[in-house]
């Protein structure tokens, strides 16, 4: 199974393991991960999930209403924003580090 | 706290879960317990009238967490757990297996049932409702069999239904009462729209129109209409509202109107129970009026205050109301309570299928409802929570960007 890797803001990480299909925030809700909220359950409808990408070549594009909805962040948009809700693991995307942003709400 | 009787939560939905949190992170380090009536771990609703029902999610996926931050958070869950009377003199529960359980604070998310469809015939015609995992098990299992599936209900669940349906090619015939769809919730010209969305996919769509009665010969169902139209399928999904489980509180001496009745911080009239979520009528900090809401935002945000309550604190329940609706490729999204209104106006173009509608009471923004326009939820969202003024003018002017407004630059 492909490997992610979720960075809190102090630095401390956990390395998981995600089954291809699964969201990164299913994943992190379903590993205890700490920071992500995911309100609406990953119906992209909230912007509670949000992470920034620190090391990851092969993810999926930005849709237009992941793009509208990362532009309502509680924590700032940076070029390598996501919704954790919107990126569907897959066998090449092993290896993803991602960073938690200091809020969500 | 050792020796303490427990800080008990009823009900193992979205609210239970969020009270069961809000303690712990609220520095709540007794004996915790989480009585659910149901098999599973708490879960999210909302995917079972949506994703769910293709059968490509499995009801692991559904947890809220999982069964690990229990033990993590040391909250003692009970599952098929029934309730069946609160001995508030006695600070006491009773469950069904006959268990007595003491209590030092009490939380009541007991959440809501669907409301049955009751005309002659129905009893025999094994309709399907979406409330619980087990129901959205059983009609994702149905569906794949079906061929003609007659949905009755208009509103969100109904439509939620229908859009599932055609997806999976069954035909539909959806019938509402009301001379619209979403009449609760939403103004005509949304309506409108969602009824020419499913047409154009395909639903047979019939608005003002009854179910009179049922008919069920050898598996199949003939629903009659109150136009004297009989339609012949398979498989019959009724969405026509849900009723809150308050009778728990009302037996126990707990004022009940329409829900469970509490103040502004989740407080029922005994200081040592509060109640959250759908079954409550409550007094809503936003609205400044009391209301009962069925929604994810609700059951979280009210949960929050109950459990601020139960430590002592006072957290005045004061959150924009929001709710979502997936439809084929339209995400409506709707932020504050738009009804009753005077005015709506119309931001964008309908016919784009990304469109929002801004409502406004005495000439003040109450809500606004965006088809795919999900910035602009968000923004009202903000706006409303500012109390940020916003003309009917600037509403319908599209070069307004309404984040900007938002954000006060």
């Known amino acids: 199974m492909p490997k992610v890797t979720y960075r809190q803001q102090d630095g401390s990480e956990q390395t998981i393991d995600v089954p291809v299909g699964w969201s990164l925030m299913e994943a992190a809700i379903q590993n205890n991960i700490a920071g992500i909220i995911a309100e609406c359950g990953g119906g992209c409808a909230c912007a509670t999930c949000h992470v920034y990408v620190v090391d990851g070549a092969k993810l999926p594009p930005i849709a237009d209403m992941e793009g509208d909805m990362l532009e309502c962040t509680a924590a700032e948009r940076q070029p390598n924003s996501r919704l954790s809700c919107q990126i569907k693991m897959a066998a090449d995307m092993d290896g993803l580090v991602v960073l938690i942003p200091a809020r969500q709400t | ?409």
């Open chain 2, 1 to 409: 706290m050792t020796g303490k009787a427990p800080i008990i939560v009823i009900g193992a939905g979205q609210s239970g879960q969020q009270i069961c949190d809000s303690l712990r992170k609220g520095g709540y380090e007794g004996h915790l317990m989480l009585l659910g009536d149901e098999a599973s771990l708490p879960y999210q609703r909302p995917p079972l009238s949506k994703k769910f029902l293709t059968g490509t999610l499995e009801a692991e996926r559904l947890l809220l967490r999982p069964a690990s931050y229990y033990e993590q958070q040391k909250i003692d869950v009970h599952l098929n757990a029934r309730v069946d009377s609160i001995d508030r003199a006695a600070c006491r529960l009773r469950l069904r297996s006959g268990e007595a359980l003491a209590y030092s604070g009490l939380a009541l998310a007991t959440g809501t049932r669907i409301r049955p469809l009751t005309v002659p015939g129905a009893a025999d015609a094994n309709i399907h409702y979406v409330r619980s995992l087990a129901d959205g098990e059983r009609l994702a299992a149905a569906l794949k069999n079906a061929r003609r599936v007659a949905v009755i209900g208009g509103g969100f669940i109904g439509l939620e239904v229908a859009a599932i349906a055609r997806e999976q090619g069954r035909e539909v015939v959806l019938i509402e009462a009301f001379e619209r769809l979403m009449a609760r919730a939403v103004a005509p010209q949304v309506s409108a729209f969602y009824a020419e969305l499913h047409r154009g996919h395909g639903v047979e769509v019939l608005l003002g129109t009854g179910v009179d009665a049922i008919r069920t010969v050898a598996g199949e169902h003939t629903v009659v209409t109150s136009t004297g139209a009989e339609y012949t399928v398979d498989l019959i999904v009724a969405g026509i509202g849900v009723v809150p489980n308050s009778e728990l509180a009302e037996a126990a001496g707990l004022a009940c109107r329409n829900g469970i009745v509490v103040d502004d911080c989740a407080r029922t009239s005994d200081p040592l129970i509060v109640a959250a979520g759908d079954c409550t009528w409550h007094m809503n900090g936003f609205l400044q009026r009391e209301i009962r809401l069925e929604s994810v935002q609700n059951a979280v945000d009210q949960a929050k205050s109950a459990a601020a309550s139960l430590l002592g604190q006072s957290s005045v329940y004061c959150q924009v109301p929001w709710f979502w609706s997936d439809q084929y490729d339209i995400k409506l999204q709707i932020a504050g309570i738009g009804m009753p209104h005077d005015q709506a106006v119309l931001r964008g173009d309908v016919s784009s299928g990304a469109f929002s509608v801004c409502y406004f009471r005495d000439g003040v923004l109450v809500g606004v409802d965006s088809l795919n326009k999900p910035a602009e939820h968000m923004a009202a969202r903000k706006l409303l929570a500012q109390g940020t003024p916003l003309s009917a003018a600037q509403a319908g002017d599209t070069s307004v960007d309404l984040m900007q407004l938002a954000r006060g630059a």
